[in-house]
């Protein structure tokens, strides 16, 4: 993981999870990140069949899209978002150790406040997850 991305992102390790903006664009973005054996998740979810949280594929494809309106310009260096609601997720595949998920996010809407995007999440052409979600944006403050 670069600095880019730490540039773009509050989030640290280990709950950074967006390694690459492949392209970013007001009507779509796309990211990648592998999932190696070493995540923190792993250990417990599930030690003899690890899968990648649900939770966590959403997290990412969220991540993915604000790196992206932040590479843009969109956000100050100083936005903090949060999520506010996830809707219309669907599972349809797994995600091992060491696959790497590529998130393609659409901006439906996008304002001071307010982020509403919607994603896809894939490994290789298949589909593992996809989503919609509105975040609150605000600001950090300076120190």
């Given amino acids: ?13 280990p709950f950074l999870f967006v390694d690459e903006i492949v392209s970013a664009g007001k009507e779509k973005i796309v990211a990648k990140h592998v999932f190696t054996e070493k995540e923190f998740f792993f250990k417990g979810h599930f030690p003899e069949y690890p899968v990648v949280p649900g939770v966590i594929l959403v997290e990412t494809m969220a991540q993915s899209g604000g790196a992206g309106l932040r590479k843009l310009g969109i956000l100050g260096a100083n936005a903090l978002f949060f999520l506010g609601s996830v809707d219309k997720v669907k599972f349809r595949r797994q995600v091992r150790p060491g696959e790497e998920l590529r998130s393609e996010i659409e901006n439906l809407r996008v304002s001071p406040k307010m982020i509403k995007q919607a994603g896809k999440a894939y490994v290789g052409d298949e589909l593992a997850a996809e989503a919609e979600w509105l975040c609150l944006v605000g600001n950090a403050p300076v120190p």
Avoid at 1 to 13: A, D, K, Q, T, V
């Fill in 1 to 13: 993981m670069g600095n880019e991305i730490e540039s773009l992102l509050p989030h640290r390790e």
